[in-house]
């Protein structure tokens, strides 16, 4: 025989687990593509705040806010179109960096604000040698569901802005002045 608060214990466990599950439940998407250029190339050039306008063609201005770049808590401003705003005015996203291990060619960044609503998202870039001086490219994502819109769209609508970043990175190497 169960006894009663045998099974009220046991609905609150279920009520709590659930209610933990909604709360971590996240967006998730990723993109990837192979860039021509080696894997340190490639690195110099998304590791950089100061180069992030050359591969990124909606973002204007990267702004260093706090911190050293390259050490983790370091953060900086990113303004420019990548979400068109009702009053048209730019959208900016403050970011912060958790994590880097340039052995491994890998960084992660988590939006803490913005006027898009993404705060709290957090974005994953790796780096792999994919041999002849090419390297594959993989960008995750994770973000709070957004009130109002659909997961597929905004999923879509992100992983078809990085990827236009990802498709720009071997020409912004090219473009870039050669060091004598």
């Known amino acids: ?43 110099s050039m998304v590791s950089q705040t100061k180069r992030l306008t050359e591969w990124m063609p909606m973002v204007e201005r990267c702004t ?58 957090v974005n994953s870039v790796k780096l792999v040698d994919y041999g002849n001086d090419s390297t594959l490219f993989d960008w995750s994502f994770e973000l709070n569901p957004l009130q109002g819109t659909c997961e597929d769209s905004i999923i879509d609508y992100l992983g078809f802005l990085y990827k236009s970043c990802i498709n720009r990175i071997e020409a912004a190497i090219e473009a870039a002045p050669k060091k004598v």
């Open 1 to 43: 025989m169960i006894r009663n608060d045998a099974i009220l214990h046991v609905s609150k466990i279920s009520h709590f687990l659930q209610a933990s599950k909604a709360r971590s439940e996240k967006w998730r998407g990723s993109v990837g593509g192979i860039v021509e250029a080696p894997i340190e190339k490639v690195w």
């Open 64 to 121: 260093a806010l706090a911190g050293d770049e390259g050490v983790p808590g370091y953060v900086r401003l990113v303004s420019g179109f990548m979400f068109p705003q009702d009053d048209g005015e730019r959208s900016w996203i403050k970011e912060k960096l958790v994590s880097i291990d340039p052995s491994q060619h890998k960084y992660v960044y988590k939006l803490e604000a913005s006027n898009v609503g993404l705060d709290g998202s």
